[in-house]
């Protein structure tokens, strides 16, 4: 069972940044695809980025060129720089992690959920 622990949301202006981390219990975190996932109030949950095991990183089309993912396998943490942020970014940001051989955006493919961290974008 793995468990993921999200860290680093708040509240930041329009045009801020945040880096949000996401720490894996799990010491084989490298055979893990890692993903972040947002949900805003009233909203389904959404794509917004990803890392495969062997460091493919799709993005959503909303956040691509503002923010980037990464991983460090050593610290079993994956990473999220949100550069640029807007009102629209405002959500509860879940870190996420697979052992599903398949694309990586499709939050279906996730077994294991962290608890979220709130990210508020003021104006």
């Not at 493919?56 to 943490?77: H, L, M």
């Amino acid at each position: 069972q793995v468990q993921l622990v999200e860290s680093g949301g708040g509240l930041v202006q329009a045009g801020g940044s945040l880096r949000l981390s996401c720490a894996a219990s799990e010491r084989t975190f490298s055979v893990y695809d890692m993903g972040w996932f947002r949900q805003a109030p009233g909203k389904e949950r959404e794509f917004v980025a990803a890392i495969s095991r062997s460091g493919v990183t799709p993005y959503a089309g909303s956040v691509k060129g503002r923010f980037t993912i990464s991983r460090d396998n050593a610290k079993n943490t994956v990473y999220m720089q949100m550069n640029s942020l807007k009102p629209e970014d405002t959500a509860v940001y879940y870190c996420a992690a697979s052992t599903v051989v398949g694309t990586t955006i499709l939050s279906t493919n996730y077994n294991y959920w962290g608890q979220g961290t709130q990210v508020t974008v003021s104006s």
